[in-house]
């Protein structure tokens, strides 16, 4: 069973900036697609950034300038810069395997006051 774990969530005040790291076995990483997502109470999760073993980025239109996605060994990161309350959510690490499956940590829950 694959185990991720998230931390560095937090209340932050508008603009400021943030830094998650999900951390994980070194076998996670050299085979999994790695991402982030979050979820507010009524929503589904969605995607906010994703990196794939070759290092290729995707991110959510809204989080574009704003957020970057990194890696390395043992851990994956999101930077946040530029926070406004809007991504004021409960934010997931997600491991997905090459056939589809896929496995998440708890969750941290970042805070963006106004």
């Known amino acids: 069973q694959v185990q991720l774990v998230e931390s560095g969530g937090g209340l932050v005040q508008a603009g400021g900036s943030l830094r998650l790291s999900c951390a994980a076995a070194?076998?996670?990483?050299?085979?999994?697609?790695m991402g982030w997502y979050r979820q507010a109470p009524g929503n589904q999760r969605e995607l906010v950034a994703s990196?794939?073993?070759?290092?290729r980025t995707d991110y959510a239109d809204s989080v574009k300038g704003r957020f970057s996605i990194s890696g390395d060994n043992t851990q994956v990161y999101l930077q946040m810069n530029s926070l406004k309350p809007e991504y004021t959510d409960v934010y997931y690490c997600?491991?997905?395997?090459?056939?589809?499956?896929?496995?998440w940590g708890q969750g941290t829950k970042v805070t963006v006051s106004s």
């Open positions: 997600n491991a997905r395997a090459p056939y589809g499956l896929s496995s």
């Open positions: 070194p076998s996670i990483f050299r085979s999994r697609t």
């Open positions: 990196i794939t073993v070759a290092g």
